[in-house]
Every structure is written in structure tokens, then in C-alpha cells.
């Protein structure tokens, strides 16, 4: 049997985002709106999303979720190709700052690569996967599509995704490794 790339999302998936967001507001002076939508700009004045947004502090900022460099390294262990796939390529310096983000995460891992991509040139990260990989699974919890012929999202369960039923759901990292082995897809 062949082992699928396992690909991770960052933000909100390998990385607490929103909570940094919670953080960042309340400094500002803004309580977390009460809502499990995913687009809190509804909410909060989107001046000041986007000034956070542009900042790109949460990409250095954010911790990761827990357990996260024990499981990627327990997927490579088991013999699995790991990596990331970000949409924070809308900002100038998302490279470094993803870099930088990982290496203070302790998720600079010998093996673990990924790409940044610019969400206006690549809405779906399974469309850009699918040119890289003959066989992956995406761990994400904002996706745009949760199956092609060649990848297998797996939802990282977060309250703005719980209407999505048609892919396998994981509510923390110690759920990945069953959720993965589980995939008769790929079997």
C-alpha cells in the first residue's frame, strides 16, 4: 500500500488562530463577538480585521494546537510524507513570517515543507494539491472542497464547520492518525 501526503492546513488547524484573534481584539479594546461564524468581520469593525490581517502578527504570533509537532512526527514515523498548504500568500512577507511561526511552534521538522498560496490566485488548495500529489489528504477546517480523484479532506472540527458532513471529522490531532487508517479510499 502506498501512503498519501498528509497536508495541513495552518490556521485553525495546526495553529490556534482564532484564539490569537480573541487576544488581539480584547488588547484592542473589542470583545470576541458571541457567533460561530467563521467571518468575524460581519461583526467587528473590518478595519480592524484587516489592519491584524495586514500586521500578519498571528502568523508568528499564534500557538500551535495541542500535540501538534508529536503527531506530525508520529506521522512521519509511520512512514507518511507530511507538509502544509496555506492561503496566507495575500501578504507580502507569508513566507517568512509562516517560517518564523514554525520555528517558534517547534514545528520546523526535518520533513515537514509546505507551500503559502495567494487565495486569489488559488481559491481551492485541493485544485493546487492535485498538481503536486497523486494521492494526499488535507487536514483543514475551512475547506472549499472536500474530495478529488487524487485528495481526501479530513475536517478538523471547528464550530464554522459542523454543517459540513460529507468528509471524515477529527476534534483533535489524537483523532488523525484512526481518521487517516479509516480512508477505505485509499486502501
Known amino acids: 500500500m502506498s501512503y498519501p501526503v498528509i497536508v495541513f492546513d495552518l490556521d485553525d488547524t495546526l495553529f490556534e488562530t482564532r484564539e490569537w484573534f480573541k487576544k488581539y481584539l480584547n488588547v484592542m479594546g473589542v470583545a470576541y463577538p458571541q457567533t460561530d461564524d467563521y467571518r468575524i468581520e460581519k461583526f467587528v469593525d473590518r478595519d480592524l480585521i484587516k489592519f491584524a490581517l495586514d500586521q500578519g502578527s498571528f502568523m508568528t504570533e499564534a500557538k500551535p494546537v495541542d500535540g501538534a509537532q508529536h503527531?506530525?512526527?508520529?506521522?512521519?514515523?509511520?512512514?507518511?510524507t507530511t507538509g502544509f498548504c496555506t492561503h496566507r500568500g495575500y501578504h507580502p512577507k507569508a513566507g517568512e513570517k509562516t517560517i518564523q511561526g514554525?520555528?517558534?511552534?517547534?514545528?520546523?521538522?526535518?520533513?515537514?515543507?509546505?507551500?503559502?498560496?495567494?487565495?486569489?490566485?488559488?481559491?481551492?488548495?485541493?485544485?493546487?494539491?492535485?498538481?503536486?500529489?497523486?494521492?494526499?489528504?488535507?487536514?483543514e477546517d475551512k475547506p472549499t472542497a472536500v474530495r478529488t480523484a487524487k485528495?481526501?479532506?479530513?475536517?478538523?472540527?471547528?464550530?464554522?464547520?459542523?454543517?459540513?458532513?460529507?468528509?471524515?471529522r477529527i476534534y483533535g490531532l489524537d483523532g488523525l492518525m484512526p481518521a487517516i487508517e479509516n480512508l477505505t479510499w485509499f486502501n
Open 151 to 168: 485528495g481526501q479532506v479530513i475536517i478538523y472540527d471547528r464550530p464554522w464547520n459542523r454543517n459540513i458532513t460529507n468528509a471524515p
Open 102 to 139: 514554525l520555528y517558534k511552534g517547534d514545528l520546523m521538522i526535518e520533513g515537514f515543507e509546505g507551500v503559502v498560496l495567494d487565495p486569489k490566485v488559488y481559491p481551492c488548495k485541493m485544485k493546487f494539491l492535485d498538481t503536486l500529489h497523486s494521492k494526499y489528504v488535507l487536514i
Open 71 to 80: 503527531y506530525i512526527n508520529r506521522l512521519i514515523a509511520a512512514g507518511y
